[in-house]
């Protein structure tokens, strides 16, 4: 099993930037695809990008490509969201996510640990 804890969510006006880390423990991390979920009041959640266990392939929902770009340092542990461009349609819950699929799943039921999740509130 691993264990996920995402920080780095706060208060952002529209433009700005933030950057979300999720910090891994148990099995070895490099043996994890990793994902960003996220769900928004009243909204289901929502994959928004993933990264394969060694960085070299990564996807996007439509809505953030160009803005927000996922990476990983398996020597931390750690895998990374950063957001600029930031709207208030990206206010929601992000959560950190990790599958063993080699390839990364954009379907939200693919992943298997999930983090608690982080608070993101753009404003306008």
């Known amino acids: 099993q691993v264990q996920l804890a995402e920080s780095g969510g706060g208060l952002v006006q529209a433009g700005g930037s933030l950057t979300l880390s999720c910090a891994a423990s148990g099995r070895p991390f490099s043996r994890y695809t990793m994902g960003w979920i996220r769900q928004a009041p009243g909204k289901e959640r929502e994959f928004v990008a993933a990264?394969?266990?060694?960085?070299?392939?990564?996807d996007y929902t439509d809505s953030v490509k160009g803005r927000f770009t996922i990476s990983r340092d398996n020597a931390k542990n750690t895998v990374y969201l950063q957001m600029n461009s930031l709207n208030p349609e990206d206010t929601a819950v992000y959560f950190c996510?990790?599958?063993?699929?080699?390839?990364?799943?954009?379907?939200?039921?693919?992943?298997?640990?999930w983090g608690q999740g982080t608070q993101v509130t753009v404003s306008s």
């Open positions: 996510a990790a599958t063993t699929k080699t390839v990364p799943p954009t379907s939200t039921l693919q992943y298997d640990y």
């Open positions: 990264v394969s266990w060694f960085g070299s392939r990564t």
